[in-house]
């Protein structure tokens, strides 16, 4: 960075880069959790499971958008001397920053399932499929404002994450076609700018 440029990481990415992990982290729990008879029965044990994961994924997806949305709404524009930082970091720093976080979640997904098969996979996966649903949110929110958002690399958690967290003071935004991931934090395709 020079002459006062910052690093900047996508919001929409931050949000999304721990989707994929959990989403197969309770996929596979929840397939491992449903071999075990458990307390309450594998049949108890899915539609419990089920539950949780709708009520997890919606959650997740609805929880701080007012935050998100009064950030967006006063983000300053990005200064030609910030760097942006590329879509795969900001995933690999999330995933190294939570890596531990997510083996305990793990972990404690296989073992709930002694007392109710399956459940404690399917609350995790949906915790993955309702930040991939908050991703896809905040993507529409860019095409419909035509700027992506930006937040300062030095504001995210110790653990890379946290967008819109009590450290975040403001967004900054660029035009849709800036970065190398399109609106919501997914790659961009056969690399055309959308």
């Given at each position: 960075m020079t002459r006062g440029g910052q690093g900047l990481v996508r919001v929409a990415v931050v949000v999304r880069s721990g989707a994929v992990p959990l989403w197969w982290l309770g996929v596979f729990a929840a397939g491992i959790g449903v071999l075990v008879p458990g307390v309450t029965g594998r049949r108890i044990g899915v539609i419990a499971g089920a539950a949780l994961f709708l009520v997890t994924a919606a959650v997740v997806a609805l929880l701080r958008r007012k935050r998100y949305v009064a950030l967006a709404g006063g983000a300053a524009r990005a200064g030609k001397h910030d760097v942006l930082q590329d879509r795969a970091v900001t995933a690999r720093n999330w995933r190294r920053g939570h890596r531990w976080w997510l083996l305990l979640a793990f972990l404690a997904a296989l073992g709930s399932a002694?007392?109710?098969?399956?459940?404690?996979?399917?609350?995790?996966?949906?915790?993955?499929?309702?930040?991939?649903?908050?991703?896809?949110?905040?993507?529409?929110?860019?095409?419909?404002?035509?700027?992506?958002?930006?937040?300062?690399?030095?504001?995210?958690?110790?653990?890379?994450?946290?967008?819109?967290?009590?450290?975040?003071?403001?967004?900054?935004?660029?035009?849709?076609a800036a970065g190398d991931a399109a609106p919501g934090g997914a790659r961009r395709r056969g690399g055309v700018l959308v």
């Open positions: 002694f007392a109710v098969p399956a459940a404690g996979g399917m609350l995790l996966a949906g915790v993955g499929a309702g930040l991939r649903l908050k991703a896809a949110w905040l993507g529409s929110l860019e095409r419909g404002s035509e700027e992506l958002l930006w937040v300062r690399v030095d504001w995210l958690s110790p653990r890379a994450g946290a967008p819109a967290g009590k450290r975040i003071k403001a967004y900054r935004a660029t035009g849709i």
